[in-house]
């Protein structure tokens, strides 16, 4: 190799060995500073209203029903579900997981959402709606996908959080559980991507809309200031309703808040490899503004910080070798941070092989934003059996 084509390889390396090692420091600060739930909160005493949205959960949504059941210091629990026109016996499980018990209440939605909605954030709407009438205008209102699986004091201990902060929305972070390896190579990725990239203590001081992290699984409002802005319905279209409902608060002068949820509260997104794709395919064309030249840029740096390093240890000798082997070695220490922040627990040996597989993690990721971007020109994205709509934007205001 020619001494100016050594110079040049010598610069890139470093350079993404510098991004790597950055990332993995702001992730170690992300671990002790991000806000986390309380194993034993004090008891909640105001109004909380839990709202689950289902479409076709007749296998998971018994096994939430009966964790919020069993939540323990909340006084004034509330817990309606909204059968979203399933296709299966949703309705039927999740009238016997509720037992009779006078604090839940089932809705049954027996056609598809308004045109220019979304089919979550309508049914979001719905039960937000039901909520309201009958009483639920102030205390809180909690979100939750019917994935989740929680601790019993988990609900108390978000409620809790939100208030400690002053927050009008906390997203309390559930740890993503993954056990095939689509799933493995992936899921981690979700935490790792905010926790490497924003110092986000500090940014949830403001309310710049840019730097808002979220969780549409787990979501838990003031119930005033959620109806302050309208709801859902000021996010009716998006397929990122969660992000996009805590810039509306930010932009309204309200500030939100993410929480590490693990130990209280896991989740399952996905169970196979089609589910996986068919589930990034929904939303990932909206990351970076739903730009293809932002995108591509975040894709270069990301080859150039997780690709460039490995490729020299493996290939280079000498000092070119060591320097790859530190960038290589930051960035499995950064996703080993991150499992830590998300779990609330020290890493195990499956962490470990996920985070060795981090370059494999990144190809995989810009290959599941390929494909999104494509199946959204062929106008080929749905979920849950109903088509997204045609020439749907990201509200980046």
């Known amino acids: 190799m020619r001494p100016r084509a050594r110079r040049w390889v010598r610069r890139a390396v470093a350079g993404g060995t510098g991004i790597a090692v950055a990332g993995a420091a702001l992730t170690a600060w992300n671990r002790r500073t991000v806000p986390r739930l309380s ?13 689950v949205p289902a479409r076709d959960e007749a296998a998971l949504l018994p096994g939430l ?31 016997q997981a509720m037992g009779g018990d006078p604090r839940c209440e089932l809705l049954r939605g027996t056609t598809g959402p308004p045109p220019g909605w979304t089919g979550k954030a309508a049914a979001c709407a719905a039960l937000a709606e039901h909520a309201r009438q009958a009483g639920g205008e102030t205390g809180a209102l909690v979100f939750l996908d019917a994935d989740v699986r929680l601790a019993p004091t988990a609900i108390a201990a978000a409620v809790a959080c939100l208030r400690e902060l002053g927050v009008a929305l906390l997203a309390p972070w559930p740890q993503q559980r993954a056990e095939t390896v689509a799933e493995r190579l992936v899921q981690p990725l979700l935490c790792w991507s905010w926790a490497s990239t924003l110092p986000v203590a500090w940014a949830d001081r403001g309310t710049r809309g840019s ?3 979220s969780c549409g699984q787990f979501l838990v409002f003031d119930a005033a200031r959620y109806r302050a802005i309208g709801g859902h319905s000021e996010v009716a279209g998006s397929v990122t309703e ?13 500030r939100t808040a993410v929480a590490a949820a693990g130990g209280l509260a896991r989740t399952r997104m996905y169970r196979n490899a089609h589910e996986l794709v068919t589930g990034y395919d929904r939303w990932l064309w909206s990351a970076y503004g739903g730009s293809v030249a932002g995108g591509t840029a975040v894709g270069a740096v990301a080859a150039w910080a997780y690709w460039l390093p490995p490729m020299a240890a493996v290939l280079a000798r000498g000092r070119l070798r060591r320097m790859g082997l530190l960038g290589y070695t930051a960035a499995v ?38 494909h999104s971007h ?24």
């Open 333 to 370: 220490t950064g996703r080993l941070l991150a499992r830590a922040l998300e779990s609330g627990r020290g890493p195990d040996r499956g962490d470990l092989a996920d985070a060795l597989a981090h370059p494999a993690s990144v190809a995989t990721y810009l290959l599941l934003w390929r």
């Open 39 to 51: 194993p034993a909160p004090a008891p909640v005493t105001e109004n909380v209203t839990v709202c």
């Open 242 to 254: 969660d992000l996009d409902i805590a810039r509306v608060l930010r932009r309204a002068g309200d």
């Open 374 to 397: 494509r199946a959204r020109r062929r106008n080929a994205l749905t979920w849950r059996g109903r088509p997204l709509l045609p020439g749907q934007e990201l509200d980046s205001r």
């Open 211 to 213: 730097t808002v992290v």
């Open 65 to 95: 029903i009966a964790d919020l059941r069993a939540q323990t210091g909340v006084a004034r629990l509330r817990i309606l579900v909204l059968d979203d026109a399933s296709g299966d016996d949703t309705a039927e499980r999740a009238r």
